[in-house]
């Protein structure tokens, strides 16, 4: 139910910044927001983090 609350289909933004824009218009519902973790089995290690460039996309996103 929460999703159609976010109105998902209208959501203009794509990859990291996807998730910016849905947590935006969720904490603007005052929708609970929850971390879960996931666990890739094929990543030993490496960066797990958005690089700089997703940040900015994320950012100036509308």
Known sequence: MPLNAIG???????GYS????????????????VEVPI????RG???SKPGLRA???AALAP
């Not at 996807?18 to 927001?33: K, M, N, P, S, Y």
Request: aromatic share 10%.
């Open 8 to 14: 998902v289909p209208s959501v203009r933004s794509n």
């Open 18 to 33: 996807f998730q910016v824009e849905t947590d935006h218009r969720a904490a603007g519902l005052g929708l609970r927001i």
């Open 39 to 42: 666990r890739f089995g094929e």
């Open 45 to 47: 290690s490496g960066a």
């Open 55 to 57: 940040q900015f996309e």
